[in-house]
């Protein structure tokens, strides 16, 4: 299972840190993804990272703004948002992929809950 949390209100430039935490096997040997989606739209691709750790992968619109980590040792991965805009607002998810960090939502096979961001203008 997957708990996405650290959602919540925050003003344009403020930031947040999400945590999603796992257990089981849905963690070991998986790449995790972060994906949201907003009111009316698809859910899109934010960020992912490797197993390791050594490899990430973020998408334009949020790169140099958001940062993806993990600590396995406490099966936690970490989405540090800063600088953020209004147009982030969005119910977060966290998925596991055992191919790897993909931007593909089908090669998630383990989703989390998500957890809202609200940022005001």
């Known amino acids: 299972q997957l708990q996405a949390s650290g959602g919540g209100l925050v003003q344009a430039g403020g930031s947040l840190r999400l945590s999603c935490a796992a257990s089981?096997?849905?963690?070991?040997?998986?790449?995790i993804g972060w994906f949201r989606q907003a009111p009316g739209k698809e859910r899109e691709f934010v960020a992912a990272?490797?197993?390791?750790?050594?490899?990430?992968v973020y998408a334009d619109s949020v790169k140099g703004r958001f940062t993806i980590s993990r600590d396995n040792a406490k099966s936690t991965v970490y989405l540090q948002m800063n600088s953020l805009k209004p147009e982030d607002t969005a119910v977060y998810y966290c998925?596991?992929?055992?191919?790897?960090?993909?931007?593909?939502?089908?090669?998630?096979?383990?989703w989390g809950q998500g957890t809202l961001v609200t940022v005001s203008s």
């Open positions: 998925a596991a992929s055992l191919p790897g960090p993909s931007e593909r939502t089908y090669e998630y096979d383990y």
């Open positions: 089981g096997r849905t963690f070991s040997s998986r790449a």
């Open positions: 990272i490797t197993w390791s750790g050594s490899s990430t």
